[in-house]
């Protein structure tokens, strides 16, 4: 075994610390026996060098702008498979044949609905409310149902069950959200549409009305949604892990990791990202736009680029840019994709993003589709939100099965008082 050794140079003291070996990618020191060998914690915001735990579900290089599900190239799996059977993947380990993609489809279908006593959740809801809002809390409220199935710690079918009921009902929930941020009554899903194409069905129908699923739409949501499920360690996954591992209820967890995806330096991205375009409105000031973007003083960033991890192109930005034309191609040209690229040529080329390796994100291009598709702004986050469930749910799995599975506890570096007396009243300033 590799060991690497940790000298304190104040008592002399040596311990080796185990290396531990991945099956793919960076190594990692496992430095549990260091607080209890040296009496240190160790200290690292934002956890810049902290494994935080074992996974086997996805695998990211950012050097290299690598992305891999169970194993397969993030590419591949957009062309060859659709957002269905990726979740499979995602929580079972491997694509499924036929048989058991025709049973997971179908249980899929049979969980799309929600009650009627939470379908009437939505009228507590001022008609602004951000979907986000209520996204949050309409899949919280989830823990209020379904008991008879969550003997989750212990039963694995029980376990099972709580993934595909919260994969299938997040579509039905996002578009009541939207139906009800329009002040329109919800539509309840259809068993013969796919999983995107009653999404999209259930957000745009009318009562009363026909509706057809356009399969260009329903496709780039597809693969949208196959690009967004899983992302290993990010902000919101890990969120659902720590919140998890108290042994809470499953959907308490997701609803956690939902809040955390909302904030625009994670999912909310995206819908910062329009903002951003319609706010330089015109490419003749763009080049003004970077210059702010350049000034620290500024506080302005060029929203869909940059990422912790990725140093490089991310991988799915390539494939979303490439639907992105086609999807425009099909609902006509928009100019913020115009400036978008624009947007995206001069920072490629400009110092400042190259020695910070700063490279379109996820989010530079989706938004940009979203609205192609009539998606409104606000429910761009939701979108992100139905598609990384899959991946929260399978690292929920994986973490609450895990042999000698712990709850979550960071330590500090304490910068508060020492320890004083409380003075009496008429002593204090
Ligand atoms: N525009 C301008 N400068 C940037 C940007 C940006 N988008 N991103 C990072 N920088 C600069 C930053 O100012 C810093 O410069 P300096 O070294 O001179 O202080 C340097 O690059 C490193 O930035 P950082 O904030 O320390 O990097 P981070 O890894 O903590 O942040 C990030 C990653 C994604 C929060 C950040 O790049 C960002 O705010 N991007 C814009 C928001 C965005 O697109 N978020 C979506 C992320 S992908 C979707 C998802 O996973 O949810």
Redesign the pocket.
Known sequence: MTTITFKDETSGKVVQMPVLEPTYGHRVVDIGKLAKEFGYFTYDP?FMSTASCQSAITYLDGDKGELLYRGYPIEQLAEKCNFLEVCYLLLYGELPDAEKKQVFETSITRHNRIRENLRRFFHGFNYDAHPMAMMTAVVSSLSAFFHDRLNVLKDDEDRMVTARRLIAKMPTIAAACYKHSIGDPSIYPRDDLSYTGNLLYMMFSLPGKRYEVNPVAERALDVLFTLHAD?EQ??STSTVRLAGSSGTNPYAAVAAGIAC?WG????G?NE??IRMLDEIGDLSKVESFIAK??D?NSGV????????VYKNF?PRARIIKDICHQVLESFGHDPRLDLAMRLEEIALSDP??IE?K?YP????YSGIIYSALKIPVEMFTVM?AIARAAGWISHWIEMITEKDQKIGRPRQLYIGNSRRTVPVLSERQ
Not at 264 to 267: M, Q, S
Not at 301 to 308: A, P
Not at 361 to 364: E, K, Y
């Open positions: 934002g992302h990010n902000a995806l625009p330096a994670h999912g991205a910062a990202v973007v350049k620290k960033r060029l929203m869909g680029f940059g990422h912790r991310d400042y993003f910070r700063l994100n996820v989010d530079f992100f």
